[in-house]
């Protein structure tokens, strides 16, 4: 059992930045893919960055140059650095976890483990 808790959500202006962290309960040996995905009312959760057990990264188009994802295995934590914030960043921030893979899939039916969410909202 993996157990996901996202923190670090909150309100900001456009232009601005916050940091997502997603502790996991059990980040041990073994391949692994971690991702971040965002789901705004009214549309389907998309995949924004993702990271495996090698450290190699994936992001969407509408945030490279802008998010940074990266992991403490030592602090068994998750993070989304997100800067340059506009309003269309607005939505729930979920971390997840495959345990199965190190592909770095933005398809949400691959990941078994999932984090409550942590709010965005980005006001122009």
């Known amino acids: 059992q993996v157990d996901l808790v996202e923190s670090g959500g909150g309100s900001v202006q456009a232009g601005g930045s916050l940091r997502l962290s997603c502790a996991v309960s059990?980040?041990?040996?073994?391949?692994?893919?971690m991702a971040w995905f965002r789901q705004a009312p009214g549309k389907e959760r998309e995949g924004v960055a993702a990271?495996?057990?090698?450290?190699?990264?994936r992001y969407a188009d509408s945030v490279k140059g802008r998010f940074t994802i990266s992991q403490d295995k030592t602090k068994k934590i998750l993070y989304l650095q997100m800067n340059s914030l506009n309003p269309e960043d607005t939505a729930t921030y979920y971390c997840?976890?495959?345990?199965?893979?190190?592909?770095?899939?933005?398809?949400?039916?691959?990941?078994?483990?999932w984090g409550q969410g942590t709010q965005v909202t980005v006001s122009s």
């Open positions: 997840a976890r495959n345990v199965r893979s190190d592909v770095l899939y933005f398809v949400p039916s691959v990941f078994g483990y």
């Open positions: 990271i495996n057990s090698y450290g190699a990264t």
């Open positions: 059990a980040f041990t040996g073994g391949t692994y893919c």
